[in-house]
């Protein structure tokens, strides 16, 4: 589609503020510094117009952006805002291009953001989990085709072969926590040690569903996962707890997700995955989820 000459509407700067004050402290702002209310009062706004303020309790100023994701950013908080909800469907170079931005800062700008997802969607497994694996196409750096449409059959078999990480077929595991569907998404270079990342995230409880590939053996021996269900994918019913449908289901999301970006980097790939989990797992407001990220500086 040729989008040269939309025309950005950017949202009201005011109205961007108000939201991630409301998103980060509700209806009373508190220090960042100390927790406290009320000793907080209104001191004047910052060059990009964030309204500042002053703590009597610790003699602090700070603002709306302080220890907020948005905090030292060149943009001005409306991009933001407009980026953020692009990136969820529309390629960086075509944002960069409507914004009339470098593309290398609206790249970053990306990066940076997925990467805060990758902290909002670390995932603690507990009682029936699911853990497939997907190989995905992703060379060094984004490449303009992907997902040329494969029966499942292909799809089948084309797991089975299994890629590598070098031949720009990196593994992706996925991990779904059954009692609420919620998903991370783990992309390795290889998966020779993936079984114990899998376990230090169960609680003890897990029951983990897999298909029967030699990685997932004996991963019950490690604590954190209480029982192991391997299933074979020639299994033409499912028996009980034992599938792997969740898993299935994520992919193509997964696959959906990344044919957006007509390719996208190995090396970025985890991220942009980081941010599909934030979609998938707080899909009602999973933006508000990153306008009240505190960082932990
Ligand atoms: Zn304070």
Redesign the pocket.
């Known amino acids: 589609m040729d989008r040269d000459s939309v025309e950005v509407f950017l949202p009201d700067p005011d109205d961007c503020y108000e939201r991630l004050r409301r998103a980060r402290f509700g209806a009373t702002v508190?220090?960042?510094?100390?927790?406290?209310s009320d000793?907080?009062i209104k001191k004047g706004t910052t060059g990009k117009g964030a309204q500042q303020y002053r703590?009597?309790?610790?003699?602090?100023y700070f603002n709306d952006l302080t220890n907020s994701f948005f905090e030292h950013r060149k943009f001005p908080i409306e991009e933001m805002f407009y980026m953020i909800k692009e990136m969820r469907s529309v390629p960086t170079a075509q944002i960069a291009s409507d914004l009339q931005r470098d593309y290398e800062a609206v790249l970053n700008f990306r990066h940076d953001l997925q990467e805060l997802c990758g902290e909002l969607t670390e995932l603690t497994l507990s009682d029936v989990c699911e853990a497939d694996e997907i190989y995905v196409t992703a060379g060094e750096k984004g490449i303009e085709k992907e997902d040329e449409e494969e029966s499942p059959r292909e799809r089948g078999l084309k797991k089975k072969g299994r890629g590598s990480f070098e031949s720009d077929k990196p593994p992706v595991v996925t991990l779904v926590r059954r009692s609420d569907g919620r998903v991370e998404f783990l992309v390795r270079e290889n998966l020779q040690d993936v079984d114990e990342e899998i376990a230090e995230k169960g609680d003890e409880t897990v029951i983990l569903c897999t298909d029967d590939y030699t990685i997932y053996d004996d991963i019950d021996e490690y604590d954190g996962i209480d029982a192991h269900l391997a299933i074979t994918h020639d299994d033409t019913y499912v028996i009980g707890d034992a599938h792997v449908n969740s898993c299935e289901n994520r992919h193509s999301f997964l696959r959906q997700w990344l044919a957006k970006f007509r390719g996208v980097s190995k090396h970025h790939l985890q991220g942009y995955l980081n941010f599909l989990g934030l979609l998938l797992n707080d899909s009602a407001d999973w933006f508000s989820k990153i306008l009240s990220y505190e960082s932990s500086r």
């Open positions: 508190s220090c960042v510094y100390c927790g406290e000793p907080v703590c009597k309790e610790c003699e602090t």
